[in-house]
């Protein structure tokens, strides 16, 4: 399976700043997603990222809140804007290949106060 | 995102004995099932996919899937306290996955 890392794995931010979260995949893969997983929750997918196109995002989740770029099939970043302590959280970026399994980075654990 | 329904536990077996999860899903439609184990603090890793009806053993592991009745089940045969973790189900939605809520399971020695 693809080795994906994140960065951060964590960071502590105050409420109305933003933060961006990087994904970076050692091989290029066909699909990204990011999931969110609030505290005690399971997994929640926020988006597709779609390479050289805008996200697509599911319900509830909208891009000036988490904006998403995917400028190639190895790289996306994920922006958690103007955060409140709602937002705290640990994202997830993911990968998968169809018809494979998905695979996820350690993920980025964000406490926003 | 149609529901995949999972009982929260805890889930509470002694070393040794076969631990029995369960995961049902509303979406007739779907057609690839996953199990994930998550320890806490970290990301979920794959156990194992299933995608036709009937049993699939992987070691200790046998995941267990009945289209007709919606149901996919993890069996973990000779339960181990490392064994102790949060069991996510998960279905095939579009190209992406939807997660149950999961199943926390405690093995003692």
């Known amino acids: 399976s693809a080795v994906i890392s994140q960065k951060p794995s964590r960071d502590i931010c105050q409420r109305g700043t933003s933060l961006t979260i990087q994904c970076q995949v050692d091989s290029q893969v066909t699909m990204m997603f990011w999931y969110r997983q609030q505290p005690g929750q399971s997994l929640t997918l926020i988006a597709t990222a779609n390479q050289g196109s805008e996200a697509t995002y599911e319900s509830g989740f909208v891009i000036d809140k988490f904006p998403i770029s995917r400028p190639n099939l190895t790289f996306s970043t994920l922006t958690v804007s103007n955060m409140s302590p709602e937002d705290s959280s640990i994202y997830l970026c993911s990968v998968r290949d169809l018809p494979g399994e998905l695979f996820f980075g350690e993920g980025s654990r964000l406490t926003v106060l | 995102q149609k529901e995949v329904e999972q009982n929260s536990g805890p889930l509470s077996v002694p070393e040794g004995a076969i631990a029995s999860l369960n995961c049902t899903y509303s979406d007739r439609g779907s057609q690839s099932f996953f199990w994930y184990r998550q320890y806490s603090g970290k990301s979920p890793e794959l156990i194992m996919s299933?995608?036709?009806?009937g049993d699939k053993e992987d070691g200790r592991f046998t995941a267990q899937l009945n289209k007709a009745s919606q149901y996919v089940s993890l069996l973990i045969r000779d339960s181990q306290p490392s064994d102790s973790a949060t069991y996510l189900c998960a279905r095939g939605a579009g190209t992406a996955l939807i997660f149950g809520k999961g199943t926390t399971l405690s093995v003692s020695s």
């Open positions: 299933i995608y036709s009806n």
